[in-house]
């Protein structure tokens, strides 16, 4: 019986949820996850419990914020003059919006979420939404193609 090893391609159906249960990510049979075991498509402690599966294992993994998309970083929050937006947008609560940051010369886009707006200024944070989060992950193996 083939066990995952480090560098095997693996198949798999796996659900993210919140600890409330709410789903961020799902796969299913038809269009399931391929992962490559050290590539980090998962998280590490998701690749760690992999390690030694079979096909057919199911296996249910919860992560702490650490382990997952990092804790929440105040510092990460930004508030914005409304007349810094292009055109004639208007912000609202939840809006993702894709912001410009110069870093050592170089331009880059982030998503930033609207969390707040005010007459003159906004809000935005540039955590990952599932930063700060407890995360349950449901596995189950489909298929595993051994390394060459």
Not at 33 to 61: F, R, W
Request: aromatic share 2%; glycine share 8%; charged share 25%.
């Amino acid at each position: 019986m083939k066990q995952i090893q480090q560098n095997d391609k693996v198949t798999l159906i796996y659900t993210g949820k919140l600890e409330n249960g709410t789903i961020f990510q799902d796969s299913n049979e038809s269009e399931p996850l391929i992962i490559t075991i050290g590539n980090l498509d998962v998280p590490p402690s998701v690749e760690q419990a992999l390690i030694g599966m079979t096909e057919g294992d199911h296996k249910q993994i919860r992560l702490e914020p650490d382990e997952g998309y990092g804790p929440r970083r105040k510092d990460l929050l930004q508030t914005l003059h409304k007349n810094t937006l292009a055109g004639k947008m208007s912000p609202a609560v939840g809006m993702i919006l894709s912001l410009k940051i110069e870093k050592d010369g170089i331009e880059h886009h982030l998503p930033a979420t609207v969390v707040e707006v005010n007459d003159d200024t906004i809000v935005v944070d540039y955590n990952h939404p599932l930063a700060g989060h407890n995360l349950m992950i449901d596995i189950t193996v489909i298929a595993i193609e051994k390394s060459s």
